[in-house]
């Protein structure tokens, strides 16, 4: 199927948008649709993607890995942040797996609220018939929510994420080295990367130790952590840049902005730390983790629980 077919599939859907269905934000787009939230709530959500955990609609597969209370405590969190039907929840490009996305599905259907998925373009170095395979994903991606909450009558906003502004953001974050100027192919995703061989900005602060605040300090004692045991993966990253992209395009425009982590691998705890310390977020007002699992205690990051201070 084209992205053409695909692009008339999405307009079917809603001819009214008032009805649901997926609204396309390219790079034309972005600016009115930035100033268009003000005065909105921004609920960025996070986790593990699992796959093998149910279905979407019910939290079976978190229970088994994870206790009714933590649930109940990430519920809570999200009823007294208080999201409406014109308020916003935001992914980055995730599909409809069962993993954290379950807790998408019922932010949807309890608040009404939109949600906005964020997709990073191709390159355009790559050949026009990959990038045209790539964008044929990326719409087949968001029309598979459009579905999934057309229940809620759920408008989807498809967000464009340039690849080459992931690129500038990870490099100056995490450090320029991580793309090798002259190198004729992209690191594979999991080439191996030695946290302090770099200094982008996240490794220029930890580096001063000056932290002060506890879940800064936290979060770079995660990061050393893994850090110390060898090297981590490129892919970790990309990843990070993309959250912290989609976080610096938006979050500015908004009235009150929350980050929730249910969960998540190497590049949620990387871009926890790199948005808390170089100020992506704050961390005492705008950060909610709670250390999920999936089941595999081996592997999973023991993440640092934040409550929002209004919260408690």
Known sequence: MTMDSLKRIATACCPDSSAGGIIHIDASKLAEFQKGLSGKKLLFMKGFGQKDWGP?????????????????????????????????????GDPTNAGFQVFVYWVAKETRCKLIWAKKLPAQTLPEEAQQEAKDKMWAGVKSWATALGPFNTKVYFVEISHEEQDREMLRVFGNGLLPRGAEERPKFNAPVTFFDYDGALQVQ?????????????????VKGYSDK??????????????????????????????LLTGGGQASVLEVAASAATGGVNPDTELAVFPASRGKPDRDP?????VPQWVK
């Open 56 to 92: 979407l609609d019910s939290f079976e597969g978190f229970l088994k890995f994870n206790d009714a209370e933590m649930l109940k405590q990430i519920q809570d969190t999200v009823k007294l942040y208080g999201l409406t039907s014109e308020d916003y929840v935001a992914i980055d």
């Open 206 to 222: 930890m580096k001063k130790g000056d932290h002060h605040n506890p879940v800064v300090e936290a979060y770079a004692r995660e």
């Open 230 to 259: 060898g090297p981590m993966e490129f892919c970790a990253f990309e990843n990070a840049a993309k959250g912290l992209v989609i976080r610096s395009l938006l979050r500015p425009h908004a009235q009150t902005n929350l980050t």
């Open 302 to 306: 023991k993440m640092t629980k934040v």
